[in-house]
């Protein structure tokens, strides 16, 4: 199976590392040449436009910052739309809307290819290794079809439903993930002005029913003080965003939902749109004149486990 990768930055790039690693036919596309040579010298080939990638091969996946951009690289006269033809099949790993995913794939379906959302969790450490989570929405059959190409960017694989579905999955999850980073910065807060010993504390909270996926990794660069998640304030907002769009059109009445957002937009006020998302926990540090730093953390994070083909759960 031929595949092509569209969009090579923190979380896309590394995908398609573990696909060149493993020996996959590559195609790459990304408006950063410094990112498509980078590729081109370890051995993937290179297209001129999404159309040219799309035509060259089976598997289009698109790994991409924000559903505008997207839209731009399917719907454009070279975009992949316009590439695509029967049995071919589109991916989409971006983190996006599930009307937009649904949106672009029935005009991928009008080309007779098929589409399917995948989108992924875990961080970007995790990426890196093959190590990440893959939550793919679509085709039964085709899943199974591409499964051996989703076992080697990531670990534990499921299948959600229908187009769509994957989607939603991946923006609660996003969600409960901010949820969790505005709450240890209150909780680091509380342990740093009760005089506790922050490593121990760490340990602590690691052990208890406190304990959380963003706490085990998250917490480690906040006591490092890097904050180095290799996640922007800007992208959690898209997320959060989302999340809080998409509960509106179920109307859902939600309480924590809408203060996340107005956090972390006080958040990109204060640091910036590109500073690392678990910056928002220094509006603790800097509302209560302390820090959070403890002897002993990474500056970033690597991921421990090692590769192993994925599977699905």
Known sequence: MKIGFIGLG???GKLAESLLRNKFDLTVRDLDKNLTNKFENLGAKVANSPKELAKQVDLIITCLPSPEVCAEVMESEDGIINGLSE????LEMSTTDESEVKRLGKKVIEKKAIPLDGPVSGGCHRALTGNISIFVGGERKIFE?????LSVMGKKILHTGELGSASI???ITNYLASVHLVALGEAWTVAKKSKLDLSKT???IAASSGNSFVHETE???ILNGSYNINFTMDLVLKDTGIFNELAKKLNSSLEISPLIVDIFKDGEKKYGSRAWSSMIVKRME????IDFRAEGFPNELIDKEPEEIG???
């Open 10 to 12: 923190n979380v896309g």
């Open 87 to 90: 049995n071919k099949i589109w």
């Open 145 to 149: 079809k591409i499964l051996p190409v």
């Open 169 to 171: 999955l991946k923006v």
């Open 202 to 204: 760490y340990k602590g």
């Open 219 to 221: 917490s480690q660069v």
């Open 286 to 289: 800097d509302l209560n004149n």
């Open 311 to 313: 599977y699905e759960i």
